[in-house]
């Protein structure tokens, strides 16, 4: 295929942040790459019949460098942080669903059909569905969720929940700038990632989950790959 491009379009926050920061006086030295550890886990209710439930993940991060982080104007939904790729052929016009009929195309190119219609072919201009990817930089931090049963964990598929409608759930999302970008430090603390939802209870139930966690820095450095224990909604829930 020829050379790629990028689309840009308005970000999608999935949750609410808050960040909590330990001062590095003594300067300790951590590596370039991000670091996470496993804090805790909680579920609340909303505060009304209105509101939605809170699922509610705190983990531990060092950082030699501090760059952690995205910001939320234009600056940060731009290469490397937008969203989809588009792909171009040789003669520079972008690849379309038309161009499955070419030579060579019909095996390069996924099927019009679930789940590559809500992964990657999307009518972004009216006339015309066009071939993308998903760009795994565009979020700094994945969760990826996983139900027990009979003792093997599987992980859940959202956007299976949600077919053919294409209605997809994903709870990886963005966090805010941790430092400021223009001044390199080793940081250290917590984050705290609250992702939202009415279905939480409806869909996971009695269900003993797990969750897997990693984030990358501005740098695309990932982390380490985490895992919270298993739980049990009603068993990790506070409040009222």
């Known amino acids: 295929m020829g050379g790629i491009k990028t689309y840009l379009k308005g970000t999608a926050l999935l949750g609410i942040f808050a960040v ?35 699922l509610i993940l705190t983990i531990n991060f ?17 290469d ?44 972004i201009i009216a006339e015309d569905t066009l071939y ?3 760009n795994e930089f565009h979020n700094n ?14 992980e859940f598929d959202f956007l299976e929940l949600f077919k053919p409608q294409c209605n997809s759930v994903s709870f990886d999302g963005r966090f805010p700038l941790l430092n400021d970008p223009n001044r390199d430090r080793p940081l250290e603390g917590k984050l705290k990632y609250t992702m939202k939802s009415a279905l939480w ?8 989950m797990k969750l897997d966690i990693f984030i990358y820095d501005r740098a695309l450095n990932k982390s380490n790959t985490i895992s919270t224990p298993d739980f049990v909604l009603k068993n990790i829930t506070v409040g009222g």
Request: charged fraction near 25%.
């Open 20 to 54: 909590m920061l330990t001062s590095c006086f003594n300067a300790p030295e951590f590596a370039n790459e991000p670091s996470i550890s496993y804090n805790s886990i909680i579920f609340k209710h909303g505060a009304t019949e209105f509101d939605q439930d809170s």
């Open 132 to 134: 993308t990817k998903p």
């Open 80 to 123: 490397p942080y937008h969203d989809i790729w588009f792909f171009t052929k040789s003669d520079g016009s972008l690849v379309t669903l038309a161009d499955r009929s070419l030579p060579g195309y019909d095996t390069l190119l996924p099927p019009y059909e679930f789940p590559y219609t809500c992964i990657n072919w999307n009518q």
């Open 141 to 154: 931090i994945y969760i990826k969720f996983f139900v027990k049963k009979n003792g093997v964990y599987d």
């Open 201 to 208: 209870e409806l869909t996971f139930r009695q269900d003993t």
């Open 62 to 78: 060092q950082d030699g460098d501090g760059d952690l982080g995205l910001r939320p104007d234009g600056a940060d939904t731009r």
